[in-house]
């Protein structure tokens, strides 16, 4: 049994003081530090928030490497890098680039799947496909030459490692065919991202299987008093929906009304790319150059591509920037993306039973050590 003592524990409701949490690999309980059991190991949080650890669902490279790289050391490299960043579990996020390649990154995330969940690093828990099947027109920083049509087979081909599939539901048949029939043969969520359709396609997208938005406002028809838009129709149905927040991507001023109309659907990404932990400079994505400077990243056109956000700085971001609770932050960043996985019995906030999946911070967020599955995963 093991103790972290002097520490801020931030529940999925709240956060308390002057209490112990008591783990193994597994959340043991939270006592008062009066009732300390004898012969625990004493890890001393030394006044700052003991977290649940925190989960990325769509991040395509960290340290120089990508996803696409399609390289097993590629992934290795990500994993131990945003570990450091409190991220105890991820989704390596594959992009339109050619199939050949997206499905050698696809098994190779496949292949290391079970290393991952004792490697020194964060765990893989699926993969986010974002794309090929997306709209030209609100294709981002994607290579236009490399996007197809909606595609069910390749879904089902890999639904043993995809967890999100992003596409534009426009592109798929008036009926939604495609989407139904992988919502109907796997456990894949199916997300509206990098898509031109209009409010009323979108809705009916989410009656036929949409469930998920990716990276919400960048990359999809905006909110218009006359026409909604996909930015409507995520905030008028169900879906649960991705914000990316290091200030740039989303107005910090929408933060609030996002919290305020997603509640535990919004949950916060990094959309970090392979420049991620490295000093501002040149990079590639996918093939393309991508310049980096400050904390945007830009295709030689100037054209806005994914960000270098560290996620504990997200939730920290959102923080600072909202009238969002801290806690509610952190849920942002743990227990809703794991109720999109459909992991919340088991991951995601501090509970008795779950995983002992835990991040030590300072007051400011700064992650000073990564616990998975009781297991110190880094200790700055």
């Excluded at 534009?168 to 109907?184: L, Q």
Aim: hydrophobic residues 35%; contains cysteine; charged residues 25%.
């Amino acid at each position: 049994m093991k103790a972290i003592i002097n520490g801020k524990i931030i529940l999925k409701d709240g956060i308390i003081d002057d209490s112990v949490l008591l783990y193994s690999d597994v959340i043991e309980g939270i006592v008062s530090k009066d009732f300390l059991p004898e012969d625990c190991e004493l890890i001393d949080a030394e006044g700052g928030y003991v977290s649940p650890g925190l989960i990325d669902l769509h991040i395509h490279g960290y340290l120089g490497c990508d996803v696409c790289d399609g390289e097993e050391e590629s992934i290795r490299t990500i994993a131990k890098g945003i570990v450091e960043n409190g991220v105890t579990g991820f989704l390596p996020t594959t992009m339109t680039v050619d199939m050949k390649t997206i499905k050698g990154a696809l098994e190779v995330c496949r292949n290391l799947k079970e290393e991952s969940k004792s490697w020194k690093g964060s765990t893989i828990l699926g993969v986010h496909a974002e794309g090929p099947f997306i709209s030209e027109s609100k294709k981002g920083a994607q290579d236009a030459k490399h996007i197809l049509k909606p595609d069910a087979d390749f879904v089902l081909e890999y639904k043993d490692i995809i967890s999100i599939i992003s596409l534009a539901p426009e592109t798929d048949t008036p009926d939604f065919k495609e989407i139904r029939k992988i919502v109907k043969n796997s456990n894949v969520r199916v997300s509206m991202g990098h898509t031109s359709a209009d409010y009323d396609t979108a809705i009916r997208s989410t009656k036929n299987g949409v469930t998920h938005a990716t990276h919400t406002f960048n990359a999809m028809t905006p909110l218009a008093h006359r026409a909604p838009g996909v930015v409507g129709a995520v905030f008028n149905s169900d879906v649960s929906a991705e914000l990316i927040v290091d200030t740039f991507h989303v107005s910090t001023e929408l933060y609030n009304m996002m919290y305020k109309l997603k509640g535990r659907k919004l949950c916060f990404i990094t959309d970090c790319l392979p420049a991620g932990g490295l000093p501002e400079g040149e990079y590639t994505l996918g093939g393309q150059k991508i310049i980096y400077k400050g904390i945007v990243c830009r295709l030689e056109d100037g054209t806005v591509a994914g960000s270098v956000l560290r996620l504990n700085k997200g939730v920290w971001n959102a923080y600072q920037n909202s009238d969002i609770p801290l806690h509610e932050c952190v849920n942002c960043a743990s227990l809703n993306p794991a109720c999109v996985l459909g992991l919340e019995d088991r991951k995601g906030s501090i509970e008795v039973g779950k995983d002992a999946d835990v991040i030590i911070t300072d007051s400011e967020f700064n992650v000073k050590k990564t616990i998975i599955k009781g297991d110190v995963r880094y200790g700055a």
